[in-house]
């Protein structure tokens, strides 16, 4: 299979992602929508390291905490199940807009024309996302989830739990090394244009 052009590995690339980006934005009317069913016992599971102890279903902030050796999970009342639903979107919304951005490089690679002004913006525009996705985590964490954890330590008892609030190094470098792609795509589709220019 060709990599570029119609019916190539970009195209099906495409595709794929086009079906990714619809299925996220299906994800995110959910959530919208969530608030306003009357379901009670709503759930919203997140990753957070447990130092020791093993406690499940209790009763703490926000609704039921259940802890496990590597997640907590809180079900929460429908009065307060649209807090989850909300905290979510954003990180949904940025992934479905990184998505898009993909799908419209890997569409100019399907039309033969990968060296335009507008891929490298829309890689910039990756590199840039990636940078908020995880500075919004480490807010959300810090604010949201990390007080939460705290009003939950009288009630799990012996059972030590935190929030990682730290940026990731791996998820920095790789939004970094995305804007450096960037920049050194913007300069190929500069050099590109002068040579047409010149033939």
């Known amino acids: 299979m060709k990599t570029l052009g119609e019916r190539s590995l970009s195209s099906l690339l495409e595709s794929i992602l086009l079906f990714i980006q619809v299925c996220i934005w299906i994800v995110v009317v959910a959530f919208l929508v969530i608030p306003l ?14 130092t020791h102890g093993l406690r499940h279903e209790t009763e703490g902030p926000g609704g039921t905490w259940t802890l496990r050796a590597t997640w907590v999970e809180v079900t929460t009342t ?25 799908r419209a490089v890997f569409r100019s690679l399907r039309d033969g024309s990968p060296f335009i002004a507008a891929n490298a913006r829309r890689i910039r525009r990756i590199g840039l996302s990636v940078l908020v996705f995880e500075a919004l985590r480490v807010v959300v964490t810090i604010t949201v989830v990390a007080p939460a954890l705290e009003r939950l330590k009288p009630v799990v008892g012996g059972a030590v739990i935190q929030a ?6 791996m998820v920095v470098f790789l939004g970094c090394a995305v804007l450096v792609l960037a920049e050194v795509f913007r300069r190929g589709t500069r050099m590109h244009d002068e040579q047409a220019l010149t033939v």
């Open 78 to 102: 429908h009065d307060q199940g649209w807090i989850g639903s909300l905290a979510a979107i954003p990180f949904l919304a940025l992934i479905a807009f990184v998505v898009g951005e993909l």
């Open 164 to 169: 990682d609030a730290w940026p990731s190094g």
């Open 37 to 50: 069913l009357p379901l009670e016992n709503t759930a919203f599971s997140f990753t957070t390291p447990i």
